[in-house]
């Protein structure tokens, strides 16, 4: 199956500092998503970014299908962005349906 | 709120036993997912219903069921559980079969002891 992978694997930053998140996926895809899960497990959707960047207030992603990967940009980090950010990609697996597969995840932990 | 809701939010059970785990899509969603979180195998599909039929299967154990009833809520049945089956047991829906505006519940924290 397709694998994805995101680097680095742990991050950690002072507040207001900058980042760039990657992930890299060996096949072509549907789409791709990044997510954000906090500290009490919640997955939040952050982009659905098949192609091109797009950009969230302090978040931005870009996605170069071509060159099968993606970033994340986080620009002056605060604390209430720590948690654990995922890319998971979006492949056809039959009958209509369509199945996300996840990166193993960059554990983000801001500092004060 | 992200309008999907799942019951309960944490179960703790011992090992041998049965759970249902529930999910109610946000209104309007068709298609239910679940997916497993666990420490060593990370975020994995396990099944998708569409309008009450399944769809796709993924990494889910012979012991696991799943089914989606009339009102298109679902149900996730683990039986015989076993001490690694401890995981977060996440669903999510979306309108079509496709995986576009995914949206997740906040998750059933699962225990086996």
């Known amino acids: 199956g397709i694998q994805v992978e995101q680097s680095p694997p742990d991050l950690i930053l002072q507040e207001g500092a900058n980042s760039t998140l990657r992930c890299n996926f060996s096949d072509s895809v549907n789409n791709l998503q990044w997510f954000h899960q906090n500290p009490w497990g919640q997955l939040i959707n952050l982009f659905y970014?098949?192609?091109g960047t797009k950009q969230n207030g302090r978040l931005s992603a870009t996605t170069v299908a071509t060159e099968r990967y993606s970033l994340l940009y986080i620009s002056s980090s605060q604390t209430t962005d720590s948690g654990v950010y995922f890319c998971?990609?979006?492949?056809?697996?039959?009958?209509?349906?369509?199945?996300?597969?996840f990166g193993k995840g960059t554990k983000l932990s801001v500092i004060p | 709120d992200s309008g999907v809701t799942q019951t309960p939010k944490h179960l703790i059970t011992a090992t041998g036993q049965r759970v249902t785990l529930r999910c109610s899509p946000r209104s309007g969603d068709l298609s239910v997912y679940w997916y497993q979180q666990s420490l060593d195998q990370g975020l994995q599909f396990l099944i998708h219903?569409?309008?009450?039929?399944?769809?796709a299967k993924g990494n889910i154990l012979e012991r696991f069921s799943a089914q989606q009833f009339p009102d298109l809520h679902s149900e996730l049945n683990l039986s015989s559980l076993e001490l690694g089956d401890s995981a977060l047991y996440f669903c999510?829906?979306?309108?079509?079969?496709?995986?576009?505006?995914?949206?997740f519940g906040s998750g059933t924290r699962l225990t086996v002891v």
């Open positions: 219903y569409y309008n009450g039929e399944e769809r």
């Open positions: 998971a990609v979006e492949t056809y697996s039959g009958a209509g349906s369509y199945q996300l597969t």
């Open positions: 999510a829906s979306s309108v079509g079969r496709a995986a576009y505006g995914y949206t």
């Open positions: 970014i098949p192609s």
